[in-house]
């Protein structure tokens, strides 16, 4: 497999700046990584982002994420293996990633949300979630594989 072009990230040289910026942004906000990695996976998965997901599984084993997890979070809602943070992120990545006629994020939801992350925090894990879905988009019109890797 190959990609249809070169990955415009490194085409437009500004644009590598993006993920490293969005990526310090987030971590700084003090989310666990794990939580982090689990909602972009999940996001990926919707998203039909291969290449994303690919790394976002390695991101999460990297953070200490179980492999009980990296198999289910596709059916997070059926498994045992997530904490109620983790369970409030993944929630807002199936919200934030369907599309609007799929009814969003209710506001039982988002208030689980606030429980379990501040404000600073549910604002990071918004841009986390809008940034996965940008490369999820870049990365499937350019047919990117899995595996790629961005050095």
Request: charged share 20%; aromatic share 8%.
């Given at each position: 497999?190959?990609?249809?072009?070169?990955?415009?990230?490194?085409?437009?040289?500004?644009?590598?700046?993006?993920?490293?910026?969005?990526?310090?942004?987030?971590?700084?906000?003090?989310?666990?990584?794990?939580?982090?990695?689990?909602?972009?996976?999940?996001?990926?998965?919707?998203?039909?982002?291969?290449?994303?997901?690919?790394?976002?599984?390695?991101?999460?084993?990297?953070?200490?994420?179980?492999?009980?997890?990296?198999?289910?979070?596709?059916?997070?809602?059926?498994?045992?293996?997530?904490?109620?943070?983790?369970?409030?992120?993944?929630?807002?990545?199936?919200?934030?990633?369907?599309?609007?006629?799929?009814?969003?994020?209710?506001?039982?939801?988002?208030?689980?949300?606030a429980r379990h992350f501040n404000e600073k925090q549910c604002?990071?894990?918004?841009?986390?979630?809008?940034?996965?879905?940008?490369?999820?988009?870049?990365?499937?019109?350019?047919?990117?594989?899995?595996?790629?890797?961005?050095?």
């Amino acid at each position: 497999m190959q990609s249809r072009m070169t990955n415009p990230f490194y085409l437009l040289a500004e644009a590598t700046e993006i993920p490293a910026v969005l990526q310090r942004v987030v971590y700084d906000a003090g989310i666990a990584k794990t939580t982090l990695a689990l909602a972009a996976m999940r996001a990926s998965q919707i998203n039909g982002g291969a290449a994303c997901l690919y790394a976002e599984v390695a991101m999460a084993r990297t953070a200490g994420a179980s492999e009980d997890q990296i198999a289910t979070v596709a059916t997070w809602r059926h498994s045992p293996f997530f904490d109620d943070a983790e369970r409030a992120a993944l929630a807002l990545a199936d919200a934030a990633t369907r599309p609007a006629t799929d009814g969003g994020l209710s506001d039982e939801q988002w208030e689980d949300l606030a429980r379990h992350f501040n404000e600073k925090q549910c604002a990071a894990l918004v841009l986390w979630l809008g940034g996965s879905a940008m490369f999820n988009v870049v990365n499937r019109v350019i047919e990117e594989p899995a595996g790629t890797t961005w050095d």
